[in-house]
């Protein structure tokens, strides 16, 4: 007992020693749901977090976050860190090894020549750019999606928008955030892939298509190469830039955390969660589930076709990666899980949300394989892989189907799943093969329940690892541990996949499922009635939206 009480004292002593030394790594992670911070040991496990839940708006048709909103949620989430770090270990940290920004992917962030944003933040949840998207694919002979940045800095064009022409630097989440951080109007390469198309070869942006888009808007565009407003483009490693007084300032206004801490490039949550999963190299893969759901599959050589399915990105590293992306994941799940704790609190027995998101999912293990006969859309939003510009959340069922808490809970999270297991089709239709799919994110924190029922809607093994609740918060510090080690001597020359194998999961312990049979073929007569019922979805689309256009026309 003695020396168990010693080992954990030294132990303590080491990591309190690690923080006032700077040994550390931090990474933040701008979720679509939540803002997290995590701090990360010599060793690469986490040993603090700090969070802030914030939500996306719909303000005049535009899926949006405010400024103000990302700074105060960043700081919230800072100063949550540093305290639990001071509860922990009785110190309070005043720098790190270096630090990582990683946000949601896509979208549009436009600034004029003074730094000034030209309209609000359009997220990648926003679906009105099919024309554009549509015309970039044909010119390119690449699969331009609705959400990319081009997509949407071309559709402002087409329509003529009054702030198109003022356009002198376009970005993501991630690349605002570390610029306002660091001066430096920089992406690390995985993020950049989803504004621009990315040559495999150079690992930067296609110059041959920047070339098609400045002849294709010469009379109309920015008045510049649309090459001059994009980011640098930085790999894995690369100095990014370091914290200034005035990013310091935005990060901790309590002074804490000095300036000059080094910044890895900024990353999109996709390249996170490939870090977060040690899916960097060729025949792996990973499932990230949140907000939105996707997959990333390294490959091996480039797809036969283009496939409006899926996107062509990179990892941080540069690598080609095809990523099916659905726009809805477990949001509607969540829904359903605070009605039922607004029930049980009706019926005087009260549970954390936690607590009932947990019993809802479990429950879904005493379903019927395939739901019974249920059959649920979580479109919240567009969905451009089943060609749904909008959503509704629909649940229905035939009369002799079996309504149970079981087959209802196992329907929503093959919901969850569907438009993903009809992206990935696509990929076994183009023979890419996969030696291992990781999971990751909040849905997978409730052991052996979406993990088993993904491995039945993949056909495949999926494994997740004690770090797969941590997700991008964690894999963005490990991408800056990276930055510091690459700086230093710690692994001169190391590249990203062999630095996350002998360096972060040399001894990680992973929790492997194979697909069940009857699982398998539950979700197989599932997905056939999900396909089926598409129909039943766009009607309620065009139904709800003749609806309220005539209430407002009323109105």
Request: glycine letters at 12%; charged letters at 20%; aromatic letters at 6%.
């Given at each position: 007992?003695v020396?168990?009480?010693?080992e954990?004292?030294?132990?303590l002593?080491?990591?309190?020693?690690?923080?006032?030394q700077?040994?550390?790594?931090?990474?933040?992670?701008l979720?679509?749901t939540?803002?997290?911070?995590?701090?990360?040991?010599?060793?690469?496990?986490?040993?603090?977090?700090?969070?802030?839940?914030?939500?996306?708006?719909?303000?005049?048709?535009?899926?949006?976050?405010?400024?103000?909103?990302?700074?105060?949620?960043?700081?919230d989430?800072?100063?949550?860190?540093?305290?639990d770090?001071?509860?922990?270990?009785?110190?309070?940290?005043?720098?790190?090894?270096?630090?990582?920004?990683?946000?949601?992917?896509h979208?549009?962030?436009?600034?004029?020549?003074?730094?000034?944003?030209?309209?609000?933040?359009?997220?990648w949840?926003?679906?009105?750019?099919?024309?554009?998207?549509?015309?970039l694919?044909?010119?390119?002979?690449?699969?331009?999606?609705?959400?990319?940045?081009?997509?949407?800095l071309?559709?402002?064009?087409?329509?003529?928008?009054?702030?198109?022409?003022?356009?002198?630097?376009?970005?993501?989440?991630?690349?605002?955030?570390?610029?306002?951080?660091?001066?430096?109007?920089?992406?690390?390469?995985g993020?950049?892939?989803?504004?621009?198309?990315?040559?495999?070869?150079?690992?930067?942006?296609?110059?041959?298509?920047l070339?098609?888009?400045?002849?294709?808007?010469?009379d109309?565009?920015?008045?510049?190469?649309?090459g001059?407003?994009?980011?640098?483009?930085?790999?894995a490693?690369?100095?990014?830039g370091?914290?200034?007084?005035?990013?310091?300032?935005?990060?901790?206004?309590?002074?804490?955390?000095?300036?000059?801490?080094?910044?890895?490039?900024?990353?999109?949550?996709?390249?996170?969660?490939?870090v977060?999963?040690?899916s960097?190299?060729?025949?792996?893969?990973?499932?990230?589930?949140?907000t939105?759901?996707?997959?990333?599959?390294?490959?091996?050589?480039?797809?036969?076709r283009?496939?409006?399915?899926?996107?062509?990105?990179?990892?941080?590293?540069g690598?080609?990666?095809?990523?099916?992306?659905?726009?809805?994941?477990?949001?509607?799940?969540?829904?359903?899980?605070?009605?039922?704790?607004?029930?049980a609190a009706?019926?005087?027995?009260?549970?954390?949300?936690?607590?009932?998101?947990?019993a809802?999912?479990?429950?879904?293990?005493?379903?019927?394989?395939?739901?019974g006969?249920?059959?649920?859309?979580?479109y919240?939003?567009?969905?451009?892989?089943?060609?749904?510009?909008?959503?509704r959340?629909?649940?229905?069922?035939?009369?002799?189907?079996?309504?149970?808490?079981?087959?209802?809970?196992?329907?929503?999270?093959?919901?969850?799943?569907?438009?993903?297991?009809l992206?990935?089709?696509?990929?076994?239709?183009?023979?890419?093969?996969?030696?291992?799919?990781f999971?990751?994110?909040?849905?997978?924190?409730t052991?052996?329940?979406?993990?088993?029922?993904?491995?039945?809607?993949?056909?495949?093994?999926?494994a997740?690892?004690?770090?797969?609740?941590?997700?991008?918060?964690?894999?963005?510090?490990?991408?800056?541990?990276?930055?510091?080690?690459?700086?230093?001597?710690?692994?001169?020359?190391?590249?990203l996949?062999?630095?996350?194998?002998?360096?972060?999961?040399?001894?990680?312990?992973?929790?492997?499922?194979?697909?069940?049979?009857?699982?398998?073929?539950?979700?197989?007569?599932?997905?056939?009635?999900y396909?089926?019922?598409?129909?039943?979805?766009?009607?309620?689309?065009?139904?709800?939206?003749?609806?309220?256009?005539?209430?407002?026309?009323?109105?």
């Amino acid at each position: 007992m003695v020396e168990r009480q010693d080992e954990g004292a030294g132990r303590l002593t080491g990591l309190r020693e690690a923080i006032e030394q700077g040994r550390t790594a931090l990474g933040i992670e701008l979720g679509s749901t939540r803002i997290k911070a995590c701090l990360i040991g010599p060793d690469n496990a986490p040993l603090a977090s700090g969070s802030h839940d914030w939500e996306n708006q719909l303000v005049d048709g535009v899926w949006t976050y405010s400024l103000d909103a990302v700074w105060s949620g960043l700081q919230d989430s800072v100063t949550a860190l540093l305290a639990d770090v001071e509860r922990q270990y009785g110190v309070r940290p005043t720098t790190v090894g270096a630090i990582g920004v990683s946000a949601m992917m896509h979208g549009y962030l436009a600034f004029d020549e003074a730094g000034d944003l030209l309209v609000p933040f359009r997220t990648w949840r926003n679906t009105t750019t099919e024309r554009a998207a549509a015309e970039l694919t044909g010119l390119f002979g690449h699969n331009i999606p609705l959400r990319w940045s081009v997509a949407h800095l071309y559709q402002a064009i087409l329509d003529e928008e009054a702030h198109a022409p003022q356009v002198r630097h376009l970005t993501t989440l991630a690349g605002y955030v570390h610029w306002r951080l660091t001066g430096q109007q920089v992406l690390g390469v995985g993020d950049a892939s989803g504004v621009f198309p990315i040559d495999a070869a150079t690992r930067d942006y296609d110059r041959r298509m920047l070339a098609q888009l400045d002849e294709l808007v010469a009379d109309r565009g920015p008045g510049r190469s649309v090459g001059e407003l994009l980011p640098r483009v930085l790999p894995a490693g690369a100095d990014a830039g370091a914290l200034t007084e005035e990013g310091a300032a935005l990060l901790d206004p309590t002074g804490t955390l000095r300036p000059g801490i080094p910044l890895c490039p900024p990353e999109g949550d996709a390249g996170t969660g490939m870090v977060a999963t040690n899916s960097v190299a060729p025949r792996t893969g990973n499932v990230s589930a949140g907000t939105s759901i996707f997959a990333m599959v390294v490959l091996e050589k480039p797809l036969e076709r283009v496939h409006e399915e899926l996107d062509l990105v990179t990892t941080p590293a540069g690598d080609l990666v095809a990523m099916v992306h659905c726009n809805n994941g477990a949001s509607e799940l969540g829904a359903w899980a605070e009605l039922f704790g607004q029930f049980a609190a009706a019926l005087g027995q009260p549970a954390e949300p936690g607590a009932v998101f947990e019993a809802l999912l479990r429950s879904a293990l005493d379903g019927d394989a395939d739901g019974g006969g249920l059959l649920a859309y979580n479109y919240l939003s567009g969905e451009p892989i089943t060609g749904l510009e909008a959503g509704r959340p629909l649940f229905t069922r035939t009369p002799d189907s079996r309504l149970t808490l079981g087959n209802f809970a196992r329907t929503q999270v093959y919901s969850a799943f569907g438009t993903l297991s009809l992206g990935m089709r696509v990929l076994a239709e183009e023979q890419v093969e996969l030696d291992a799919m990781f999971a990751h994110g909040g849905l997978f924190k409730t052991e052996g329940v979406a993990q088993r029922l993904l491995a039945a809607a993949l056909g495949a093994p999926v494994a997740v690892g004690r770090t797969a609740g941590e997700g991008g918060a964690w894999g963005i510090a490990v991408l800056a541990a990276y930055r510091a080690s690459a700086a230093g001597a710690a692994a001169p020359g190391q590249d990203l996949g062999a630095y996350l194998g002998a360096e972060v999961f040399a001894d990680a312990a992973l929790d492997v499922v194979e697909p069940d049979a009857e699982d398998v073929a539950g979700f197989s007569a599932f997905l056939e009635r999900y396909s089926a019922g598409l129909a039943i979805e766009r009607a309620a689309v065009e139904t709800l939206r003749t609806r309220d256009t005539t209430q407002e026309a009323a109105g």
